[in-house]
């Protein structure tokens, strides 16, 4: 419960004016500032009463995004919708934060009287130039005291996250019709059909394969004689948690925003190495020890995002970072005691990308110290690792994925 | 402007009205610049600056009495400054009147009770025009307030039209302090206190400056305690 912004002013107003005319001793001044002072003060404890009885259960709340993902500098359609199961009859502003986005179209705010079973509708189209997990939300309703002074803010609707990507297209999605009632990202379980990210390791014979995980019809012949086969990736069958950690959400002059390539990369390998039915979350560090998720699904129009508060127990994790926070590794081990989790951490070097900008020297010189920086962060997490630079993380994501093999 | 708003105006108003009355009554002898400056001022407001208005009754004086001020007679120019204060009481809380904010408005509303206050205290019979600008001018140093009992009592009705327009501009909200019982009652306790205050100091002023302190520390801890820990 709090003030409305407008009475705050006017008791600071009358507060100041009471101060300045009790110096002065301005008889009339003091008499009226006090005045309007012990009304709003009065008025306060006599109207706050009826607000405390509001909760965020009394409303009904929807909040929709389409399309999740999303494509950056297109429109996102978002639909809000609330309505009072009881009371009415009270001033009220609904607002739905806009986060990083920007507005395009119609307006986030609602502003009027609410009243039980009238149906408040709220929708705007958003965008945004940046790639990665954006938030829209939460949905918070302000209500009022008749005279509008008293506000009781609730929020009714957790914030939810809108991936943005260069171009959805990118993302391999499956190509057979689901037979789950509740479909989900992932390959097909029919071993003929399979994506062309499925064909490409390649194996020298002394490797002997399985026989029935050669894909015969790709079996190739080097000059020299030597036979190569080309070997089914692994589908992953266990439900997945992506997380992204600090250090990420920088710029880099050609390459745009670091997070937007990560994701990018992460969401290829991974949905073209997932068995259907895998669920797969994505979560963000978003510094100080908070994390925010989303799950990601699968509808008839292709991905899906969807609300997610947490994350469940004894999930496999792909956690990828650059240790830019202090604390995120306490956090890492910490995260991974409490919730059984199998860890893959992946340390990115970005320092390859300086040989673009720099002498080769002396982007070799930064290379090598913030692996050894890296390294000894990710020794200090006590957890298995790889190290890798952004060419190379489709290569790492996809032999930890298959073949937990670290590179 | 509509006629309930006219009305409402005019009560916020009544103090400045009665000040502006009696700076008037206090003069020694008719200044004619004094009035010019006086009537111009508030009809450049009132015609809502119509350019004719404007020309006809503000810049043919102030033109004029600047020509007789390079003549050396200085009198005019003074009369006319004279009757622009005395206006700018009246027609601060009437140009503030459309403003959004209800904080500026109570702002420049307490100002104009200030100036009010001032302009009563400096216009002790008789005076000309001189004496009440150099009275107001140095008057503000040793200034401490004025406790005209018809003062006092217009700001009554001033401030109860004030509080309805304020809290009127508070959005959103459905009711006004009229239409809202609680709102009535709590207007009707809050003034008891008040009351008291004022009755206290017609007898015992020091007590009544210290009962004001010790009330308004009482409202805000209270006010803040209860928003927080209720």
Not at chain 1, 93 to 115: M, P, Q
Not at chain 1, 215 to 221: I, L, T, Y
Not at chain 2, 144 to 153: E, L, N, Q
Request: net charge positive; proline share 5%.
């Amino acid at each position: 419960m709090m003030l409305n912004k407008r009475a705050v002013y006017i008791y600071q107003v009358s507060a100041t004016f009471f101060l300045i005319s009790l110096i002065l001793n301005l008889q009339p001044i003091i008499i009226t500032t006090l005045y309007i002072m012990t009304f709003i003060t009065l008025y306060v404890i006599a109207g706050s009463r009826e607000l405390k009885k509001i909760l965020k259960e009394d409303f009904i709340q929807t909040l929709s995004i389409s399309p999740n993902p999303a494509t950056i500098n297109h429109e996102v359609r978002i639909r809000g919708s609330v309505s009072l199961k009881k009371w009415g009859g009270f001033p009220a502003k609904i607002e739905i934060d806009l986060g990083d986005l920007y507005l395009v179209r119609g307006s986030n705010v609602w502003t009027g009287a609410l009243s039980a079973g009238r149906e408040i509708l709220i929708e705007f189209e958003a965008k945004s130039d940046d790639v990665g997990i954006q938030f829209i939300g939460p949905l918070r309703a302000a209500v009022f005291d008749p005279l509008g002074i008293l506000v009781r803010e609730l929020e009714i609707h957790p914030r939810t996250a809108i991936l943005f990507l260069r171009s959805t297209k990118l993302i391999s999605q499956p190509i057979t019709h689901s037979r789950s009632r509740y479909p989900s990202p992932g390959l097909s379980k029919n071993p003929f059909v399979g994506l062309e990210h499925e064909y490409r390791i390649s194996l020298p014979e002394i490797h002997e394969p399985q026989a029935r995980r050669i894909d015969w019809r790709r079996v190739a012949r080097s000059a020299g004689e030597e036979v190569y086969v080309k070997q089914f990736d692994k589908l992953k069958r266990a439900d997945l948690a992506i997380f992204i950690g600090s250090g990420f959400d920088i710029e880099l002059p050609d390459d745009g925003i670091v997070e937007a390539e990560i994701l990018q990369q992460v969401l290829l390998v991974t949905l073209s190495h997932i068995r259907e039915g895998t669920r797969i979350w994505l979560t963000k560090y978003l510094g100080g020890g908070e994390f925010v998720t989303a799950l990601l699904g699968y509808s008839s129009f292709g991905l899906k995002l969807m609300e997610a508060e947490d994350i469940p127990r004894n999930l496999r994790v792909i956690y990828l970072t650059r240790f830019i926070e202090d604390d995120e590794i306490d956090v890492i081990k910490q995260l991974m005691r409490s919730r059984s989790l199998d860890p893959i951490l992946i340390a990115i070097n970005l320092g390859g990308e300086l040989i673009k900008y720099y002498g080769r020297e002396r982007a070799l010189k930064i290379i090598e110290a913030e692996d050894r920086r890296l390294r000894l962060n990710a020794d200090r997490t006590g957890l298995q690792y790889s190290i890798t630079d952004i060419e190379g993380l489709q290569e790492t994501l996809r032999r930890l994925l298959s073949f937990r093999r670290r590179v | 402007m509509k006629p309930f708003e006219k009305i409402l105006l005019t009560l916020i108003c009544l103090p400045s009205i009665y000040s502006s009355i009696m700076a008037f009554k206090a003069l020694k002898a008719p200044d004619l610049f004094l009035f010019m400056g006086f009537v111009g001022l508030v009809l450049m407001v009132l015609s809502k600056y119509i350019v004719d208005v404007i020309v006809a009754m503000l810049y043919v004086p102030a033109i004029a009495s600047f020509t007789l001020f390079l003549l050396n007679n200085p009198q005019p120019i003074i009369g006319l400054a004279a009757g622009y204060i005395i206006a700018s009481t009246l027609i601060l809380p009437i140009i503030a009147f459309n403003q959004d904010s209800p904080h500026t408005y109570l702002a420049i509303y307490l100002i104009s009770i200030f100036l009010d206050m001032n302009l009563l205290a400096a216009s002790k019979p008789p005076i000309t025009s001189t004496l009440l600008l150099r009275n107001l001018f140095y008057g503000l140093r040793g200034f401490h307030g004025v406790m005209d009992p018809i003062f006092s009592i217009m700001i009554a009705p001033s401030v109860a039209a004030l509080l309805y327009h304020i809290f009127r501009l508070i959005r959103p909200s459905t009711s006004t302090m009229i239409s809202s019982h609680r709102s009535l009652i709590v207007l009707l306790l809050s003034a008891l206190p008040i009351l008291g205050l004022t009755i206290l100091s017609r007898y015992s002023p020091g007590y009544a400056w210290i009962s004001s302190i010790i009330l308004g520390l009482i409202l805000t801890i209270s006010l803040v305690l209860h928003l927080n820990l209720g």
